[in-house]
């Protein structure tokens, strides 16, 4: 089982693709992630891809977990909360599995689907999660919020380091 960190955004490949989970899953604002996998070279020009994020991080919903994915199957497991979230208020606890999203399995055959729902969060807006906690399922209702100037920062941070890094690699 290969398991990447997620942290509700952070890599421009997973945020873009599905958040922030979620932000979401692997999609940056509502899930709230960044990838500590394998990632995908981002394609954008620096300047292009720091103004996208800013925008898309201002005007997404966002969740606060840091989640681990298992490549294979999709599924993911909260690792972590970060405080005074969404997340943290409804209830989510490190070892949850999240199962579903608004009643749609979060499974790779899925992730389609869930990211173009998923491009529509925005703060304010309700979405219901269904966990697995101990063996049993549990369905819980959050507001997503606007994603905090501090975590913005770390994951655009995060992602602009990645760029100098690409920059700097020798060409094969």
Not at 47 to 65: D, H, N, Q
Not at 84 to 107: K, S, W
Request: aromatic share 6%; charged share 25%.
């Amino acid at each position: 089982m290969t398991l990447n960190r997620k942290s509700g955004i952070g890599r421009a490949s997973a945020a873009l693709v599905f958040a922030a989970v979620l932000v979401a899953f692997a999609s940056f604002p509502a899930g709230a992630g960044e990838s500590k996998s394998e990632k995908k070279k981002c394609t954008y020009a620096v300047e292009e891809c720091l103004a996208y994020m800013a925008k898309k991080m201002r005007t997404s919903g966002f969740v606060g977990v840091e989640l681990d994915v298992d490549e294979k199957t999709g599924t993911y497991t909260v690792l972590a909360i970060i405080a005074g979230t969404p997340a943290e208020e409804a209830g989510i606890q490190p070892g949850d599995m999240l199962y579903a999203v608004n009643g749609v399995r979060i499974i790779k055959e899925n992730q389609e689907e869930l990211s173009k729902k998923h491009k529509g969060w925005k703060p304010g807006q309700s979405v219901t999660y269904t966990i697995r906690r101990d063996g049993q399922d549990r369905e819980i209702t959050l507001t997503l919020a606007p994603m905090p100037a501090d975590v913005m920062a770390r994951w655009i941070g995060i992602h602009m380091l990645e760029h100098a890094d690409e920059m700097s690699a020798p060409e094969e």
